[in-house]
Nanobody, 125 residues
Framework: QVQLVDAGGGLVQVGGSVRLSCTAS????????LAWFRQAAGKEREFVAT????????YYADSVKGRCSISRDKASGAVYLQIDNLKPEDTAVYYC??????????????????WGQGTQVTVSS
C-alpha cells in the first residue's frame, strides 16, 4: 500500500515562496501521475498542478499558472511543488496525490488513488 507524506508548509509572507515535497513509502510512484490539490477553510478541494508519468508534461490551475512549478524526481520518487509570489488566497492545506487519470480528468480528485496527509500553507499580509 502506497503512503504519501507531504511536507514543507508553513507561514509565509505575501510575495514569498514555498516549496512543498511529497515522498512515498510502501511502493513506487514511477507509474503514477502526481498532482497537488489544496483546500482552503470552508471550501472544496481544488486542483493546483499535475505532472504526468513521464515527467514531461505539466498542467496548472489558472490561479497559480505562471508562478508555480511542479516537478518529480524519478530516482527518489518524490514530487515537489513550488509557488512563488504567494498571495493570501493561496492559504490552504496542500495535498499531494497519485493516480492514473486520463488527460481530461487530471483535475478530478476522485481519479487519484493515494493521498498525502496534507501540509498547511498560510500566507500572511
Amino acid at each position: 500500500q502506497v503512503q504519501l507524506v507531504d511536507a514543507g508548509g508553513g507561514l509565509v509572507q505575501v510575495g514569498g515562496s514555498v516549496r512543498l515535497s511529497c515522498t512515498a513509502s510502501g511502493g513506487s510512484l514511477s507509474t503514477y501521475g502526481l498532482a497537488w490539490f489544496r483546500q482552503a477553510a470552508g471550501k472544496e478541494r481544488e486542483f493546483v498542478a499535475t505532472i504526468r508519468v513521464s515527467g514531461g508534461n505539466t498542467y496548472y490551475a489558472d490561479s497559480v499558472k505562471g508562478r508555480c512549478s511542479i516537478s518529480r524526481d524519478k530516482a527518489s520518487g518524490a514530487v515537489y511543488l513550488q509557488i512563488d509570489n504567494l498571495k493570501p488566497e493561496d492559504t490552504a492545506v496542500y495535498y499531494c496525490a497519485a493516480g492514473r487519470p486520463i488527460l481530461s480528468a487530471i483535475a478530478t480528485s476522485s481519479m487519484y488513488y493515494y493521498w498525502g496527509q496534507g501540509t498547511q500553507v498560510t500566507v500572511s499580509s
